[in-house]
């Protein structure tokens, strides 16, 4: 379920992901695929003080890198991304979001304004911001992983990438070059990294493990499928509510 920051769906009974709402965020949809678990709760939160201690921080794709890693340094968020990586709480950076784990992320080209920026320091990798935009589907696999989600280890990945920049990938956390990983931190440029079930409930049940409790016993299913299973949920509820006949009937007419 997706929940706002303080609607109660913290505490011991819920696997709590809080994902940054960054103010230029892109590709959202990235964190939908925890929607079908019923034992999941997704906060977006902008706020130091609305951060706690969740079981999973999600740093989502930006359109505009370091415009939002600016807002995270002066927000507080960042110090509190920090503070989780230091309490051992697993970090993952998705594109813009991998690029903002780095060290640094320069931009010689313009293509943000231009200069530089120190990043949080949590994955030892450097970006450099170009002109050219990568954009293009993208099937792989986790490579060899550690911390807590090491069984991710080999799963295929199905995404895409579409993203302004080069990292300089030292693990093969996601095959390709595509990502890096560091103890519980994690980072990849793989828009729809989570969508096979497969890696969804492989990452919700390692969460479950560590924290101590049972989930409900779900079967998890490819977003594509997840979705169209809700869409099919969607037409009974207008098939039942409305008069569908004489919807029909207004279409026919209005298609002489």
Request: charged letters at 30%.
């Given at each position: 379920?997706?929940?706002g ?5 913290q ?10 709402r960054?103010?230029?965020i892109?590709?959202?949809?990235d ?6 678990f ?10 130091a ?7 999973l ?15 995270l ?24 979001g ?9 931009d ?15 994955l ?9 935009k ?18 991710l280890s080999?799963?295929?990945?199905e995404?895409?990438?579409?993203h ?8 093969g956390?996601t ?21 096979r ?14 924290k ?20 099919d ?10 008069d ?11 298609a002489?």
């Amino acid at each position: 379920r997706t929940a706002g920051a303080g609607d109660g769906l913290q505490g011991s009974d819920y696997i709590d992901i809080a994902v940054m709402r960054l103010p230029k965020i892109s590709n959202f949809s990235d964190m939908d695929v925890f929607e079908q678990f019923p034992d999941v709760s997704v906060r977006y939160v902008s706020r130091a003080d609305e951060v706690g201690s969740p079981d999973l921080v999600i740093i989502p794709g930006s359109k505009s890198t370091i415009a939002d890693l600016r807002w995270l340094r002066e927000t507080g968020l960042e110090d509190e991304i920090r503070r989780c990586c230091h309490e051992d709480i697993p970090v993952f950076g998705i594109c813009g979001g991998y690029q903002m784990l780095g060290e640094e992320v320069s931009d010689p080209e313009g293509v943000e304004g231009g200069g530089s920026i120190e990043g949080i320091g949590l994955l030892p990798v450097r970006t450099v911001l170009a002109g050219d935009k990568r954009t293009e589907q993208y099937t792989g696999r986790f490579g060899k992983t550690e911390g807590i989600f090491e069984d991710l280890s080999g799963i295929e990945i199905e995404g895409y990438e579409i993203h302004m920049g080069r990292t300089d990938t030292l693990s093969g956390f996601t095959s390709g070059g595509t990502g890096t990983s560091c103890g519980n931190v994690y980072g990849s440029y793989i828009h729809g990294i989570f969508d096979r079930g497969e890696v969804a409930e492989t990452v919700v049940k390692a969460l479950a493990d560590r924290k101590g409790i049972a989930l409900s016993g779900y079967d998890a299913v490819d977003h594509r499928d997840f979705k169209e299973k809700e869409y099919d949920k969607l037409a009974d509820i207008l098939r039942e509510s409305l008069d569908m006949d004489r919807i029909y009937a207004m279409l026919r007419e209005a298609a002489f």
